[in-house]
Each structure stands twice: as C-alpha cells, then as structure tokens.
C-alpha cells in the first residue's frame, strides 16, 4: 500500500512543490548564528534576547488589532530575514518590527482591517515617525523577496492538517488547527526555532501532538510525512524534543513570560488635566424628597438627577490584564 493513500494527489503535489521552495524563504544561518552569540549587553549587533523580545510584541500586537496567524508568521520570516542579511543596529529593530507587521498585514488582511502606521506606532509606544516607517518599509521589500506565497511552517501546518483531516475526519481524535497555530506562535518567539527547516517545524509539532494523544495510527501517518518529504529520523527527533521543551517551558509557572503587559492609553497633558479635574468635581445631585411621589414627578425628578456629564470611569480601558499567551494555547499545553 502506497504512502497516504486516500489523500488528494494534489495536496500532496503541493506538499513536495512547497518543500523544494522552502529554502527561498529562510533566514540566512550565519546571520542567526551570529545573534545567537552576541550579548544582549553589546550595542552594536541585535542578539537573540532583542530578536525575541520584538517577537513576543509582534504577537501582542497581532492579537490586539485582531490580525491573523497568516500574518504573524510572514511578520516574524519578513524579521528575521532582514536581521540575518542586513547588519542591523538593536534601537532600529523596533522600527524595523512594526514595518514587517504592517507588509504583511497588506498582504493578508482585508483592507479595511489593516490599521494606519501611525496607529501601529502609537499602540506599540515606539518612538519613530510615520515617515521613518514609510523609509524602512522600503528598504525591507528592496531587500528581501517579499511575496503573499511565500512558504513558511504555517504552509505546511495546514497542508498536513488537510491531509490528516481528510483521512481521520470523525473517526479520530486529533487537535484542532487553532491548537497548532498556538503552538507554532509559541516556538517562533524564541530564535531556535528559526534555523529549522518548515516542513521539519511543522511536522514536529503535529508529531508531538499525536504522541499525546498515544495514537499509533496518527503515529504512522508522521511516518508516511517523513518518507514523503524525505524527512529523517533524527532531523525530526532533534526538532520534536525542542517543541516539547518549548511547551513544557512556556507551562511552568518560572517561565518568564510577558504576562502582565497591559495597554496603556497615551494621552495629551490638556486631556490629563481635563480627566484629572473632572474626576475631583463632584457633580451636584438634586436632593430625593423622602414623601410619596406620582408618576408625573418620576419623568422631572430622573431628569434632574442626570449630571449631564460622562463619567472617565465609564468605559473599559485597554489597560486591563490579559494573558499574553491565547487561551488556546494555554489549553494545549495544559
């Protein structure tokens, strides 16, 4: 019996004609290894603490403008691209985020939905111009082969989601596609992970999965991927054991992760002292009589006691806590 037998031929087409392009689009290794070894106190070259740092915000500001996992992913390749060809400067590398954020949010979002830089700027609380922007964005998409198809793990988590669905739709219990995207979010926000292979990502984290679930027709399915892809034995143990690392890491409470980051709103000093002013002038509030009331005075009297202000106090604020890490992956790794 041939290998994945049962999946569309064209699926798996796609999956050898993405495999044979995926070196294309990743970062060049010297230049990881190269931020790899570069002290975070060394202001000369980005290290792999500036380069992560910048991830873990790309990811909150993905979540807050409601951006897609399609976008995230091409933001974090179209970073750590730019970073492993050009020589770089770490106060340049928070521009240089938002602006891969904002390419790739043109690329996969509607237009409609895809916020002003100023607005990235603002929310991000950088310290650069719109026009500081408009320059880097230039010079990313000069420098790097910037296309909508450009192939990362993302490509290859759906294409193997596909094909598993295909086969095992209801007959197997198997984890949702939202799960994994959680999971390879995770694992993007450390640099490691940016020398692996993506079909090799990819597949790791569907490995480790199905080996949760103890599914040794799952199981077989991974194998049928290796042989398929021409993936090898210790290539994908190597990478299997670092995702599991990654998980259990992200799990334990010593995990330093960005929990308690909180959106803050920036506010003009007039507005400041209008807010602050307002909230000491106690409104006046006519007296309620303590005698008996008809339904004709009840219309005037709720009149009367509205103080014809808004209170600062009455709506949310964005400064509330929030888990950095989504829900759905804090279930995955549970």
Known sequence: MRDLQGVDGLLLKELKSCCAEEDNFLPRETGLKLMESTSPEVHSGVSAKCRDSRVEELWSLTSFFGYSTQTFVQ??????????NMKVQPKHVPCIGVCCLHIAAKMFEEESNVSPSHELIRISHSKFTVSDCSRMEKIILEKLC?????????TFLHLYYSAVNSLFAGREEIPSIGRLEAQLKACLCRLVFSKAKPSVLALSLIAQEFEALRSATLLKIVQQFQRHLMIGDSELLHWKELVTKCMTDYCSSECNKPDNKKLVWILSRRTAQSLQSRHFIAPGLPTIPEMSWDESESEDSCEDMSCGEESPCGSLGSDGEGAFFPSTFLDCVA
Not at 75 to 84: E, G, K, M, P, Q
Not at 146 to 154: F, G, N, Q, R, Y
């Open 75 to 84: 933001a974090v390749n179209l970073l750590d691209r730019f970073l492993t």
């Open 146 to 154: 910037v296309e909508p198809k450009a192939v990362t793990a993302l």
